[in-house]
């Protein structure tokens, strides 16, 4: 309950940035709702002009799922030193508001926090309904399409909603940035052309939080281990994600001309094995 009440802003268009920037103006007390990428890219730029702001996380460190614990650590330091504070592992009950406007934020725990904005920053689902009498949709509103990104006789899907096979692993994989619908979008307007091109790029996508960038190659839902050369606390450092014996992604921050090789080197396959790479890899040298 709550949502609809004045104050309460999602994040996803260029409109929704305005009017968040507006809304927050003079206010003093911003909750952001989610420590998503978006939640915590607006909380880098909102922990300013003497805004208190606090991030609520249902997980135990931002980011773990998808970059580990430890970097996910990192980021939250770097957060925390800049003011912002955090109530991980805890759940929304309730946006409280009083006439029309929002007040506060009530947590599971009974905890209530002071809010004159409140952020969305939480994931969406698919706008894809319209769609299901046509095609067997995925459990969160995706499409799977193959290689192509064919989901049927002359249609392509690309973007946020296509759940397409990795090249270098053949995972299905549906990836929500910007970055990849660029990539989709170029292979499958040369498959509509009768190109017949198959997929083959990795997926590429970064955040930047207090002027520091972090890229990130491939994709892995899960891993075995992560190998990191570098030191993350320093946010100068390169983490390779490893799934049975193979490296799947990886994530740098400092490492900018690296990560635009390695990428190279995930989209067609040549990843070296892990037990071939080392501190003094020239990822440069890999690249044929």
Do not use: C
Not at 137 to 142: E, F, S, T
């Amino acid at each position: 309950p709550g949502h609809d009440l004045a104050g309460v802003l999602p994040l996803r268009t260029q409109a929704d940035a305005d009017a968040l920037l507006k809304a927050t103006q003079d206010a003093k007390q911003v909750v952001i709702v989610g420590s998503s990428f978006i939640g915590m890219e607006a909380a880098s730029s909102l922990i300013a002009e003497g805004r208190a702001v606090r991030v609520i996380a249902q997980e135990k460190v931002p980011f773990a799922r998808v970059l580990g614990p430890e970097i996910g650590a990192m980021f939250q330091q770097l957060h925390e030193e800049k003011g912002v504070k955090f109530e991980v592992e805890a759940e929304v009950t309730a946006l409280l508001g009083d006439a029309g406007r929002v007040t506060g934020v009530r947590l599971q725990s009974g905890k209530t926090l002071p809010a004159d904005v409140v952020v969305l920053g939480v994931g969406v689902r698919p706008a894809t309904d319209f769609l299901q009498e046509a095609f067997a949709l995925d459990q969160d509103g995706g499409l799977t399409v193959d290689e192509y990104l064919q989901a049927a006789d002359n249609v392509y899907v690309g973007g946020d909603i296509a759940r397409v096979p990795l090249a270098a692993t053949g995972q299905l994989a549906r990836i929500e940035h910007w970055r990849v619908a660029q990539q989709h979008g170029r292979t499958a307007a040369r498959n509509m052309l009768g190109q017949r091109e198959q997929l083959t790029a990795a997926p590429f996508f970064w955040t930047q939080q207090y002027g520091k960038s972090l890229r990130y190659a491939g994709h892995a839902a899960q891993w075995d281990t992560i190998m990191y050369y570098g030191e993350v606390a320093q946010q100068d450092f390169l983490a390779l994600y490893v799934q049975a014996g193979r490296i799947v992604a990886a994530a740098a921050m400092g490492r900018d001309a690296d990560m635009i090789y390695i990428a190279e080197l995930l989209g067609t396959g040549q990843m070296p094995a892990p037990a071939d790479i080392s501190a003094a890899t020239k990822w440069v040298d890999l690249v044929g």
